[in-house]
């Protein structure tokens, strides 16, 4: 098979995740206007139980299949085998999964309250299912998942704008993302005979996938109990509208951790393939995504703190402006998420090293529901904010631990230098704007424009590599389109 660019690919995907930001900059100020902090509380508790229940249906098949599969895609017999055994895994993980949650819902517990919405919420579950990403992640058709991905937030709007009117309507506001969802992803299941037909199987050799299937679920069960046990704590232990405050700050942290993960993801398939076949290749790719990580993730959190107001404000309202401090406080946890990130996909995952970032996470997850008992009845979100910060620092020290065994972390010091240096450009012109415009929306694009212009025109300045090469590659490009029109 023909190897696709990284970068095509990177630039696909961060399309996709640039338009999963525009679509709810536009959908959910709508929605937490009209349903209010209560109801969007209720929602996201309920999101957060479905998130634990998809775990267990997933099984981290996606992760493994990825990896596994990158390495075997050019032979089609051995890949049509791989998927038809990941594909039945999924099936039965999923049936469980059902039973499991019909259990859950006949208990006597605080779920009762929640029947209803968990019900609608999880049959996101079965179409996540049939919907087989990892097929799509194997063979990097990064294109199909970018335009799967906009068609879903354009139904979803459309969806929104015509049926979500009043404050009682947050149950059609759960079910539309379920409507959409499925919709796109029954097309998606259809569409991936195009490298292979799925078919359920007797003979599954689970003696050879279960061992790192376990240790990859148990590493995304351990990092979404840091991630959401916050949110289910503060519904238990506080009220819906605190939920509803929380999740406003969460919204906006998990968009731009999305972003920046995206350009992680479209390398694990080629660091997977490369880990194993070109040690050399795989050292040179890990060395650009640091490098390109750095550059980005420094600036990223400047901008939340400069503008946390601002996007609480733009996004949801003057009833939630007090969800700007806990942003603020995310906006940290959100460097070691990112790095973390590149630690766990980029270096233990592509080396068969999973059981170091389970261990990693585990630690997080104890200390981030430990923390959140003393943490949330004290400062509330901004609580449950400050024990993620302590869960992503955690993840990222551990992992580091070990990643450094595989790789040894050289030529960044010069990158991280460039990047802090270009960031007070930033500060600077922020100071400025504020002084001179007072409009919000105003305010926060010319905040963006210009932060992103100065820090950019800087580090040309400095010369950040990645910086200069990406100019270097758009130039070339714009060249040869001018050349082809000569002709």
């Given amino acids: 098979m023909k190897e696709k660019s990284i970068k095509i690919n990177a630039i696909i995907n961060a399309i996709k995740v640039a338009m999963s930001i525009i679509f709810p900059i536009i959908t959910f100020p ?25 775990l267990i249906a ?14 075997i895609r050019n032979d089609k017999q051995k890949l049509q085998k791989l998927a038809n055994q990941i594909f039945t895994i999924n099936i039965i993980t999923t049936a469980i999964t059902y039973l499991i949650m019909a259990v859950l819902l006949i208990l006597p517990t605080k779920l009762v309250d929640y029947r209803l919405l968990i019900i609608i919420q999880s049959m996101g579950i079965l179409f996540t299912t049939v919907g087989v990403d990892w097929i799509y992640n194997i063979h990097e058709d ?13 139904i979803s709007m459309v969806l929104l704008f015509l049926f979500v009117k009043k ?30 037909k799925l078919r359920l199987v007797k003979n599954v050799e689970w003696h050879k996938h279960f061992k790192s299937m376990i240790v990859m679920f148990s590493n995304a069960l351990a990092v979404n109990i840091y991630v959401n046990s916050d949110v289910i704590l503060l519904g238990m ?31 694990l398939p080629r660091m997977s393939l490369y880990a194993n076949e070109d040690k050399e290749k795989y050292e040179y790719l890990l060395e650009k995504l640091l490098k390109t990580i ?41 460097g070691f998420a990112t ?21 990693a996470t585990l630690i997080a997850a104890i200390l981030n529901i430990g923390l959140n008992f003393i943490a949330i009845p ?17 993840v990222c020290i551990v992992c580091f631990c070990y990643a450094i065994k595989i790789y040894k972390f050289k030529n960044l010091k010069r990158t991280i230098i460039i990047s802090l240096i270009s960031c007070i450009s930033i500060v600077v012109v922020a100071e400025l704007i504020k002084l001179f415009i007072t409009n919000n929306i105003a305010q926060t694009l010319l905040i963006c424009f210009g932060g992103v212009a100065s820090y950019g025109i800087v580090s040309i300045l400095l010369k950040n590599e990645i910086i200069l090469e990406t100019l270097g590659q758009i130039k070339d490009k714009v060249q040869k389109v001018f050349s082809k029109n000569k002709e």
């Avoid at 997933?58 to 390495?71: F, K, N, Q, V």
Wanted: contains cysteine; proline residues 1%.
């Fill in 30 to 54: 709508y929605a937490s206007r009209v349903l209010g902090a209560d109801n969007i509380g209720k929602v996201q508790f309920a999101s957060s139980i479905i998130v634990y229940l998809s």
């Fill in 58 to 71: 997933a099984l981290g098949i996606d992760t493994y299949a990825t990896r596994e599969g990158s390495i």
């Fill in 142 to 154: 990064y294109a199909y998942i970018t335009k799967k991905s906009i068609l879903t937030q354009i």
């Fill in 167 to 196: 404050s009682e309507d947050y149950y059609i506001y759960a079910l539309i993302s379920v409507i959409a969802t499925g919709s796109v992803n029954i097309v998606n299941f259809i569409h991936a005979r195009k490298y292979c």
């Fill in 237 to 267: 232990m506080s009220n819906d509208f605190t939920v509803g405050l929380y999740a406003v700050s969460v919204k906006v942290y998990s968009i731009i951790k999305k972003m920046l993960n995206a350009v992680t993801s479209v390398t």
């Fill in 294 to 334: 750095l550059t980005l993730i420094i600036p990223a959190i400047l901008g939340i703190i400069i503008l946390s107001k601002q996007i609480v404000l733009l996004i949801a309202g003057r009833e939630y402006i007090e969800a700007t401090t806990s942003l603020v406080i995310l906006s940290i946890a959100l």
């Fill in 339 to 359: 790095i973390g990130n590149i630690f766990i996909n980029g270096i233990l995952i592509p080396n068969k090293q999973e059981k170091h970032a389970f261990k």
């Fill in 378 to 394: 004290l400062w509330g979100q901004n609580g449950a904010a400050i024990t993620t910060v302590i869960a992503e620092l955690a």
